[in-house]
């Protein structure tokens, strides 16, 4: 017998058996390949909301108005030198690191995750980490830095290379034919869907992201804090993607989950947080923009935790407060009526003005 099949306001017919096969034969891992982008019937719906969401997030750089931010690199007497290097770090660092997560969704989760919905939304993130590199792009070419010198501090600077190392190593090790049906290999493709969600976008981004949000905070390069607020949100739904898609591998293939692994993946958090406080503290001059460091790197033990946890992990310090509680609130876009003023409303549809995990952050 059809039934009709409804997906938010469309309607579908749908053969009943196979419409039931085919959803048996959906997975994370190991299910049916086939060349049809078969996206019906879904069965994981968080994927595909989550994909509306992000296409409604859309933002294009350019919208974003850039002439005080100008104004203010070049005058000596609005920025001094630390706020020049903190903008230049925030430029340097992601634009290895968005290009590092858009190359191991395309060369690996994509490649390995099965059902097309998951696909879908994966390909969609892929292309928000494009956003962002052309976001980074435009705020060189309208401050008239050197790229060079920016790419130099990313392959110089000890601390940056070592985080670079931590989540590159954890993506090559899986390229190539990987046979999923070893546990072993599972636990490898788990570990590197939590690496790039929950300790690289999810933790290590942060250390940056609140130093430039701290300078957007006090009116400095606030063109510059407005495109890194937009791709703190795109971020959140990142860590959220991968967060899921996680938490369905697991679900799905029981035997990943054993107290070893999960006591391995706590450590790997550990070495996260480890490289991002050496990072503050050789890079991030915390305590000349009026911020103290103590709170800055409590801050990352606080977001570290809350990512274990998200993932049925026990935390590594537990109940640690937020020491920065403005930075969450600079975070939630949904509290500032006057944020989407501009051209940048055309690509807003009313869905994306909720963010659902504000207090994610
Ligand atoms: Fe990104
Ligand atoms: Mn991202």
């Given amino acids: 017998m059809d039934k009709a099949y409804t997906v938010g306001n469309k309607t579908f017919v749908l053969d009943q058996e196979k419409a039931e ?6 997975r994370v891992i190991n299910g049916r390949q086939s060349m049809c982008f078969n996206l019906l019937p879904l069965k994981y719906h968080w994927a595909y909301d989550l994909y509306k969401t992000m296409k409604a997030n859309h933002w294009e750089p350019e919208d974003v108005i850039m002439n005080r931010d100008i104004e203010q690199w070049k005058d000596q007497t609005i920025v001094n030198e630390v706020e020049r290097w903190i903008i230049m770090m925030g430029i340097g660092y992601f634009s290895a690191a968005e290009g590092i997560v858009g190359d191991n969704i395309l060369h690996v989760v994509r490649e390995q995750v099965t059902a097309p919905e998951l696909k879908l939304v994966l390909g969609r993130h892929a292309h928000e980490e494009n956003v962002h590199a052309d976001s980074l792009l435009y705020m060189i070419s309208s401050l008239g ?6 790419e130099a501090m990313f392959e110089d600077v000890e601390t940056i290379v070592k985080k670079n190392a931590f989540v590159t190593e954890a993506s090559h090790a899986l390229r190539g034919d990987t046979d999923l049906s070893l546990t072993e290999n599972k636990q490898k493709l788990a570990k590197n869907i939590f690496i790039f969600g929950q300790c690289m976008e999810g933790t290590q981004f942060y250390g940056l992201f609140g130093m430039v949000l701290s300078l957007y905070r006090q009116n400095k390069f606030r063109g510059i804090g407005e495109m890194f607020r937009y791709t703190l949100r795109d971020e959140s739904n990142h860590i959220e993607l991968f967060r899921n898609l996680f938490m369905d591998l697991i679900e799905e293939n029981p035997d990943v989950w054993t107290e070893e692994f999960q006591e391995e993946l706590r450590a790997t958090m550990a070495e996260a947080v480890k490289l991002e406080k050496e990072f503050i503290e050789d890079c991030l001059p915390v305590d000349s923009i009026g911020l103290r460091k103590q709170d800055f790197v409590h801050y990352i033990d606080y977001i570290a935790d809350r990512r274990l946890e998200g993932c049925g992990l026990d935390p590594l310090v537990g109940n640690v407060q937020n020491p920065l509680p403005w930075l969450a609130e600079m975070m939630d876009i949904k509290k500032e009526q006057n944020f989407f003023e501009g051209r940048v409303t055309e690509y ?4 994306s003005l909720e963010i659902e995990d504000d207090d994610d952050l």
């Fill in 21 to 26: 096969k085919a959803f048996a034969e959906k």
């Fill in 145 to 150: 830095i050197n790229p060079h010198e920016c």
């Fill in 348 to 351: 807003q549809k009313a869905s």
